[in-house]
């Protein structure tokens, strides 16, 4: 997968695309580091552009940010699945543990948590 991060209006957006590949959650981890060192810091992941993914493998990425994330006590939201991500994600109840939305406007308006301030 390749990553295009940008950060504005005090978000922070990833914006995937391509396959994912073999080790993708190490090579994200290393990627995106640099990215999330705010505290209380605001995600949205794009995932529009994902081309064919390994289920477990996009798993080990989602979990991987979750993680980085909540450690900074900052939210994470998802948005723009493809209909195969957003099925997967449903039948196994992921969609439980991750937010997700249509797209990124109505990820960015949504409620978010402001665990920053504790």
Request: include cysteine; proline fraction near 3%; charged fraction near 35%.
């Amino acid at each position: 997968m390749k990553y295009h991060i940008v950060e504005e209006d005090g978000f922070c957006f990833i914006k995937v695309s391509g396959e994912t590949r073999k080790n993708e959650a190490v090579m994200a981890r290393g990627g995106l580091s640099p990215y999330l060192k705010e505290k209380g810091i605001k995600v949205i992941m794009d995932m529009e552009e994902l081309g064919k993914f390994e289920p477990i493998t996009l798993v080990g990425v989602l979990n991987g940010i979750r993680k980085e994330v909540n450690l900074l006590r900052g939210d994470l939201k998802l948005c723009s699945l493809n209909p195969k991500v957003l099925t997967y994600l449903k039948l196994n109840r992921l969609d439980e543990i991750f937010q997700v939305y249509e797209d990124r406007e109505m990820a960015k308006r949504s409620e978010w948590m402001d665990y920053g301030k504790r």
